[in-house]
């Protein structure tokens, strides 16, 4: 696997996996350049199961960030480090209550919603696997809606883009793929709309990866 | 669902939820008093899913901590809440890259092992729940075991109790539940067997909680 020969962080990504989505939407919105290496995640029975990404990490899963002498996984701790070394702009708020609302629902989405629809899961289910992504979904956006009514301005939590606003989006992006009525959810609805108008959600959107395949670009 | 008279933490609670436990444990060492309100999972067909409990956490999901006037789900954004909070003894490294594998380790357990075996997916698996379970487990451990071999001194990240060993021992225990080898796995069998020696991983065992069944405690 590549190292960055311009001393840029490295981001190991598959255009359309929601968790590398969320990493590509921080490093835009904190105005980090990057080089970023393709994982496919379906090609030669999945490249993040290779004993050369295996090294990157051992977790066997995108994305993964090289930067400052480590390698991290996990989307929302990658998110944290970055909110960490380059606070600005900040992906938490100030208040201690708030930072802690943005946690719990980016947990709800990054814990309780997208680890039971993603890609290896629905290869294991088979042929349920759109009812079964729907179930989960379904089931987690129910939840969802409730505590945006609480927590939401603009934005998931407030009037300023956080974490949380960075797992929604692509979050909704798998809901609208495997074709989750959205109408229940107004207000996950609204704020999907208002972020998609933002350019970091745009830049680092799957259509618009290296690895995007040329019929699905935008 | 009970308030607390007494005006200290209220958390909604199940035994045997190892999401219950990696916030009961993360009470014990920074010494917070609480009271307990037993969320039964399997009784009345899940009292989590009531439309009393709802009002609690619209998440239907234990642990919910009712504290300083708000009511906080999804246990990592509960510990880290009560880290900015109560900071000491503290729960993440002060080295921003120790933190950063905390969380990294914390959230491959919480998000990449638990989800896909905990109760409510093993109900919807059915009959191959224990294969499933096992499954799941046994994979993210060997990621696991590969991860602390880089990272672990005493405990999952150099010598300090931090937010990933609250995360490993409720893992490894739901792990011996499934009847998953644990013989691949050194690193993990070692570091929970030193984590079981310290009071607060005691004292928070599903053993010894309020709604242990008689017949389960120790």
Redesign the interface.
Known sequence: MASSPSGKPVLYSYFRSSCSWRVRIALALKGITYDQVPVNLLKDGGQQLTAEF?VVN????VPALKI?G?T???????I??LE??RPNPRLLPQD??K??QV??I???I???I???QNLA?LQ?VGEKKLEWAQ?YITNGFQ?LE??LKHTAGRYCVGDEVSMADLCLVPQVYNAERYKVDLAPYPTITRINKALLELEAFQVSHPTKQPDTPAELRA
């Open positions: 295996q051992p977790m066997q899963q400052d480590i991290l996984s996990q989307s929302l701790a990658i944290e480090y960490e070394t201690q209550k930072r802690a946690r719990m980016s947990d709800h990054v814990s309780g997208q680890p039971l899961i294991r179930h939840a409730q505590i």
